[in-house]
């Protein structure tokens, strides 16, 4: 069982909307995957108040329930953690049990800069175990220096980026406020580049 976890302790990054949508893609692709919603807002878990998540949803009340997410959920081939949008403890027990961290920013300043936190814990966490971490661009809009930009901060981290972005579009809204994914649309740029960053993040995992 890998672990993977989305982390950016500032708030409407997109972590939710890719945990979402990838978790999906990942069982479309054949995984068994668990959720663990981390978040005390619990966003994760409401969305799925209906019970249509192709996956199976845990939430976490503490950074022990974290903590123990390698041997608890053993049975799975693939965990996805759900960041909180705050830097906590719990945030330190995800980068603590991931194999792959992946830090969701928009083309949003505060967004980057928020994520300074994380490469902290990352540094400390080196020193026991090396976890790979990778930047995802999410609600990618149509402005070419904003992106530059963005993507010469990331580079400048050391960390890596995934090549593939998701970008702003209502489908990641709307599906989000019905407890449904892109995969319950016919938007197929939508999909396609979930499937796309999914198969890239199989790869990173490799
Ligand atoms: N690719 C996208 N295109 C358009 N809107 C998006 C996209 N990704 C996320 N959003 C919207 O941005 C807002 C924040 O997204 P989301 O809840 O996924 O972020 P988050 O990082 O999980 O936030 P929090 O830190 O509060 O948990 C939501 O309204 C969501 O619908
Ligand atoms: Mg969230």
Redesign the pocket.
């Known amino acids: 069982m890998k672990v993977i976890s989305f982390i ?1 302790p ?9 945990v979402i949508n990838v978790a999906t893609c990942l069982v479309n692709s054949g995984y068994k995957v668990a959720v663990v919603d981390t ?1 005390p ?1 619990m ?1 994760l878990t409401n969305w799925n108040k209906n019970d249509k998540a192709n996956f199976d949803v845990y939430t976490a009340s503490s950074e022990k329930d974290v903590y123990q997410v390698r041997k608890d959920l053993s049975g799975y081939d693939l965990t996805v953690i ?1 960041g ?2 705050s830097l906590s403890v719990i945030t330190s027990a995800a980068i603590m049990v991931s194999d792959l961290v992946i830090i ?1 920013v928009s083309p949003s300043p505060l967004d980057f800069s928020a994520s300074s936190s994380v490469a902290a814990v990352l540094e400390a966490q080196a020193y026991s175990r090396k976890v790979e971490a990778k930047y995802l661009i ?2 990618k809009i149509d402005n070419a220096a904003m992106l530059t930009l963005l993507k010469d901060s990331i580079d400048e981290t050391g960390l890596g980026r995934f090549k593939t972005a ?5 489908t ?2 709307k599906t ?1 406020v019905d407890g449904n994914t892109v995969f319950d649309t016919k938007d197929g740029a939508a999909k396609g580049e979930v499937e796309v960053l999914t198969k890239e993040i199989i790869d990173s995992l490799m």
């Open positions: 950016n500032k708030g409407g990054t997109g972590k939710t909307t890719s978040d807002q966003s759900d909180a949008g969701p999410t609600r998701l970008t702003n579009r209502q990641y809204v989000c």
